[in-house]
């Protein structure tokens, strides 16, 4: 345990979800960094752990992780705990880590859980890759930017929504990308966990005859379909490759990738 700092991922709302080492490396830490302390001492108190705690959060951090390094280097241990998941994925502690990491000491995940992946894993879209964005920007018009930046992306894309502008977040995804399948996990480990599956412009529609929408909410878009992605006759974009200096077999290879296809049916079409 010794001069170590842990990066220690807690429940997203069923306190059962959390590992046996987690709870041994909270009670073994000398000290364990919170963003809430409050919040973290609901999860201490439900396992019987007193440990001395103290906060870390995005308005101390700078301050907060050099004296968290010093202690670090006097031989300390330190439990790094975010509210709820695992810490730096879209919670405070990556300057923490990234100091800890300069300073020769020791950093050693204890993994758990996250939305990201415990909505990935049960949303039924593809998952052999995704990109995790963090969360929307709050205005229409950056997000409709972002979502326009990524609709050519080739893997399932995870987002992370607050209840009170998902309407709008799901009007906006309608406006860019209308055919694409969406699922919004919302309430995940929790009572009221639910999985809604359709397009933007059908969740919008269910969503709005309610009379809100609480609770957490991680938003997925299935990926783009191949036709989708791009619409130049196969013999341009290979020519298109040529004139930037790309060889033809490569031109042939980057765009069998880029279609999934294989580089003989893309070669069969080009002669
Ligand atoms: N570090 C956390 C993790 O690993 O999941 C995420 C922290 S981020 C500040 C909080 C956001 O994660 C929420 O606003 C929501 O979008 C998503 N989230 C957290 N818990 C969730 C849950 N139980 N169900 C669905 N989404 C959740």
Known sequence: ??????????????LEDITLRALRVLKEADLIACEDTRQT?????????????????????????????????RGESIALVSDAGTPLISD????????????????????????????????????DSFRFCGFLPPKTSQRQKVFEELKHETCTLVFYEAPHRILETLEDLAA????????????????????????????????????????????LIGKAEHAELDDTPIEDAIQALESSGVSRMDAIKQVAKARGMSKRNVYKLTV
């Open 1 to 14: 345990m010794h001069k170590t700092l842990y990066i220690v991922s807690t429940p997203i709302g069923n």
């Open 176 to 219: 860019v990308m209308p055919e694409r399948p969406v699922v919004i996990a919302r309430e995940l480990t929790k009572l009221h966990e639910e999985f809604l599956r359709g397009t933007a412009v059908e969740l919008r529609a269910a969503l709005s005859a309610r009379q809100s929408v609480k609770g957490e909410i991680t938003l």
């Open 92 to 127: 405070p502690g990556y300057r923490l880590v990234a100091a800890a990491v300069l300073a020769g000491i020791t950093v050693v995940p204890i993994p758990g859980p996250s939305a990201v992946m415990g909505a990935l894993a049960a949303a039924g879209l593809a998952t």
């Open 41 to 73: 001492r609901k999860l201490l108190d439900h396992y019987g752990i007193a440990k001395p705690v103290t906060s870390y959060h995005d308005h101390n951090e700078a301050a907060r992780a050099a004296e968290l390094i010093e202690r670090l280097e």
